[in-house]
């Protein structure tokens, strides 16, 4: 009935000769607010930012963290030679950027008693740091 009467309004606007149809759908409908998009990540940037990282990590090499080469689409604690803590070799995550996201963004929260406790406060750095690494194959 909702939809219905939605359509009815928006029809009867442009019948009316008061301007284009425009959805008036109850917000229930259309689902509330859109979500914001995630920033658009820059390799670039990201580049010059991953060297924050690499007083833990670096692309090729296990150090105090694991290597990243490869890391986005990777299972968490999937990499053979390296001691993951038992928190995230059992998270059961994929490193999708979406979850990589949340990782720098807060990884205790994410995964509570994993080694890692350093996070990256702004979006924007964090989608350029996830679009490097997606670069590093």
Known sequence: MLLFTAISVSAGSA???????????????RGGAPAALPPVGNAATGARLYQS????????????GPRHRGVVGRMAGAVPDYAYSAALRQSGLLWTPANLDKWLTNPQKLVPGA???????????RADIIA??????
């Open 15 to 29: 019948a009316a000769g008061t301007g284009p149809a425009r959805s008036t759908r109850h917000p229930a409908v």
């Open 53 to 64: 990282c690499m007083g833990c990590h670096s692309l090729g090499e296990n150090d105090v």
């Open 115 to 125: 080694k890692m406790y350093f996070s990256v406060a702004k979006p924007q750095d």
């Open 132 to 137: 490097y690494l997606a670069q590093q194959k």
